[in-house]
């Protein structure tokens, strides 16, 4: 058993490095639409709150396994042609964006409202008081929550494999497939998860730490 895990040792290296960047890029755009999609939905603007609401709904109701399916396999149907890897990144962040713009919609509704009237006071236009007073209070309130949803984004990228991803669960049962061993390569993942996701949690505690150094 020892003797084939060190021969399998450099595909599971190599699935892990893939279930690192895809998750981290996927994490890194839903985090990013979900700031965009924040504002929308704190639009004065109705018909643009409303189209950014049933956008959000939709994310946060559609399973991650149909998205990857309408990327993957329904795009070129419509001239989109995309690699399982970049179908699998841009999947992963369309489903995050939801939950992330909820996260940020309700760390932006947080900041209190006498900060954006000395903002304004200062001369600030909309855009400054956006980014150097409203955004960064928004992501220090929102840490923990964004943590959790990156951790989540993190284990849902197991769901990659359905379009060929080779990341860890693929790698899992590719090796399984071989070998004709179940327990050794899907314990050997699931080890290799839990790294990643106390490797995130002991991060996200440690910026929240700094954060609370510096504002004491």
Known sequence: ???????????????????????ASG???????????AIGLRSSFRPLALLTRAYVEFARGAPLALLLFLLYYGGPQIGLLLSPYVAGTFGLGIYGAGPFAEIFRAGLNAVPKGEREAAEMLGLTRGQRFLH??????LRLTLPPCVGQAIALLKESAVLSVITVGELTKVAGTISSISFS???????????????????????????????????
Not at 4 to 13: A, H, R
Not at 27 to 37: D, E, F, Q, R, W
């Open 1 to 23: 058993m020892i003797t084939g895990f060190i021969t399998d040792l450099p595909l599971y290296l190599a699935g892990l490095l893939t279930t690192i960047t895809v998750s």
């Open 27 to 37: 994490v890194a755009i839903a985090a990013l639409l979900g700031i965009v999609l």
């Open 133 to 138: 007073v409203e955004l960064p209070q928004a």
């Open 182 to 216: 179940v327990v050794t390569p899907y314990l050997t993942i699931a080890l290799l998860y839990w790294a990643l996701v106390e490797i995130l949690s002991k991060s996200g505690r440690a910026l929240e730490r700094h954060f609370a150094l510096r504002g004491s």
